[in-house]
């Protein structure tokens, strides 16, 4: 599992709904200490005896929310390539405004997924990591406009326009018609999108929309679908 933003609750009903079990999880692999996506980490830490994998800086940041959790637990993780099981996965550094932020992609055999959810810009390495995926889950926050002549106030814009910030609707449009030129990509879930300064409709036509400028007539090639905040989405299986 990667990250846990949401309630214990929540999550076990959650995986509930595709036959899974929270007792059954080995690993949990943290992405970065915003409340957003460790808020249910320490009840459920406690309650479940699953390994934690972060950066140090990860660690630290999250303080007292582990109280109570054996450091045994613990496996402390830097950018670069180790197994799991049968899995292989590599742990990539995005540009967001934590103390350290992962992108991850987990590949069994032929099949590769890769998560990256909170990024404020794309480089090469960002664009090498998930090139040879299958599915990718993707930041994908803002419409420019939107953002621009939305109720956010001036410094918060700036923060998201940023490249410590998150995605647009156009900069993940450019990633994917680079990845659909380069990889095997069959599926994106749009992940993060902002209820103030997106929709998911603007979303998909403005990505569509870069894509067919380069030629990629992107609904013929890939299944899109925009991660839900309050319910489950599609189930895939790889």
């Given at each position: 599992?990667?990250?846990?933003?949401?309630?214990?609750r929540?999550?076990?009903?959650?995986?509930?709904?595709?036959?899974?079990?929270?007792?059954?999880?080995?690993?949990?692999?943290?992405?970065?200490?915003?409340?957003?996506?460790v808020?249910?980490?320490g009840?459920?830490?406690r309650?479940?005896?699953?390994?934690?994998?972060?950066?140090?800086?990860?660690?630290?940041?999250?303080?007292?929310?582990?109280?109570?959790?054996?450091?045994?637990?613990?496996?402390?993780?830097d950018?670069?390539?180790?197994?799991?099981?049968d899995?292989?996965?590599?742990?990539?550094?995005?540009?967001?405004?934590?103390?350290?932020?992962?992108?991850?992609?987990?590949?069994?055999?032929?099949?590769?997924?890769?998560?990256?959810?909170?990024?404020?810009?794309?480089?090469?390495?960002?664009?090498?990591?998930?090139?040879?995926?299958?599915?990718?889950?993707?930041?994908?926050?803002?419409?420019?406009?939107?953002?621009?002549?939305?109720?956010?106030?001036?410094?918060?814009?700036?923060?998201?326009?940023?490249?410590?910030?998150?995605?647009?609707?156009?900069?993940?449009?450019?990633?994917?018609?680079?990845?659909?030129?380069?990889?095997?990509?069959?599926?994106?879930?749009?992940?993060?999108?902002?209820?103030e300064?997106n929709?998911p409709?603007?979303?998909?036509?403005?990505?569509?929309?870069?894509?067919?400028?380069?030629?990629?007539?992107?609904?013929?090639?890939?299944?899109f679908?925009?991660?839900?905040?309050?319910?489950?989405?599609?189930l895939?299986?790889?």
């Amino acid at each position: 599992m990667v990250d846990v933003g949401r309630s214990m609750r929540y999550i076990r009903d959650a995986l509930q709904q595709i036959d899974e079990d929270l007792g059954d999880i080995q690993t949990v692999f943290i992405s970065h200490e915003h409340t957003d996506h460790v808020s249910g980490l320490g009840p459920l830490a406690r309650r479940y005896g699953f390994m934690l994998a972060m950066h140090k800086a990860t660690y630290e940041a999250i303080g007292d929310q582990l109280d109570g959790v054996s450091k045994d637990r613990i496996c402390l993780i830097d950018a670069g390539s180790f197994h799991l099981d049968d899995f292989e996965i590599e742990a990539f550094t995005l540009s967001h405004d934590a103390e350290n932020t992962f992108g991850f992609t987990f590949s069994n055999g032929p099949s590769k997924l890769g998560i990256a959810t909170d990024l404020g810009y794309v480089d090469n390495a960002v664009r090498k990591n998930l090139e040879a995926c299958e599915l990718i889950s993707i930041d994908c926050n803002y419409d420019d406009d939107m953002l621009e002549n939305g109720p956010y106030p001036r410094v918060i814009k700036e923060r998201i326009f940023s490249k410590k910030g998150h995605l647009s609707n156009q900069n993940v449009g450019d990633l994917l018609t680079t990845l659909q030129n380069n990889g095997q990509l069959r599926s994106v879930l749009l992940a993060h999108m902002s209820a103030e300064n997106n929709h998911p409709a603007l979303a998909l036509s403005t990505i569509k929309d870069v894509m067919h400028q380069s030629g990629i007539f992107a609904e013929k090639a890939i299944k899109f679908e925009v991660a839900k905040r309050n319910s489950i989405s599609d189930l895939h299986v790889l």
